[in-house]
């Protein structure tokens, strides 16, 4: 069992930037690929970027294709996700997660989650 808690969201303007972080404890970090998730008010919450066990692979969706990065730290047993060139369309609660098979992009892959953090881009 692993669990997951997401800090570093909140209030900026559009073209601003922020860095989540997500702090894993329990099992081996390493033994996870993670994925970083967002759900905007009234929308299913979907795929952002994810991130394999040993950090050598990256995915992301296209709309946050060379915005986002995701990079990850086992040592420190943390995910990263910095957002860079925001837009308001980038308002929604994001979630990390733990994946014991792959670093895909379905919800459904994911058997951990942490209790999200919120990030609202002003325009």
């Known amino acids: 069992q692993v669990q997951l808690v997401e800090s570093g969201g909140g209030l900026v303007q559009a073209g601003g930037s922020l860095r989540l972080s997500c702090a894993a404890s329990g099992r081996t970090f390493s033994s996870y690929a993670m994925g970083w998730f967002r759900q905007a008010p009234g929308k299913e919450r979907g795929f952002v970027a994810a991130?394999?066990?040993?950090?050598?692979?990256?995915s992301y969706a296209d709309s946050v294709k060379g915005r986002f990065t995701i990079s990850r730290d086992n040592a420190k047993n943390t995910v990263y996700l910095q957002l860079d060139s925001l837009k308001p369309e980038d308002t929604a609660i994001y979630y990390c997660?733990?994946?014991?098979?792959?670093?895909?992009?379905?919800?459904?892959?994911?058997?951990?989650w942490g209790q999200g953090t919120q990030v609202t881009v002003s325009s």
């Open positions: 991130i394999s066990k040993i950090g050598g692979s990256t």
């Open positions: 997660a733990a994946s014991t098979y792959y670093s895909g992009t379905r919800v459904s892959l994911y058997a951990h």
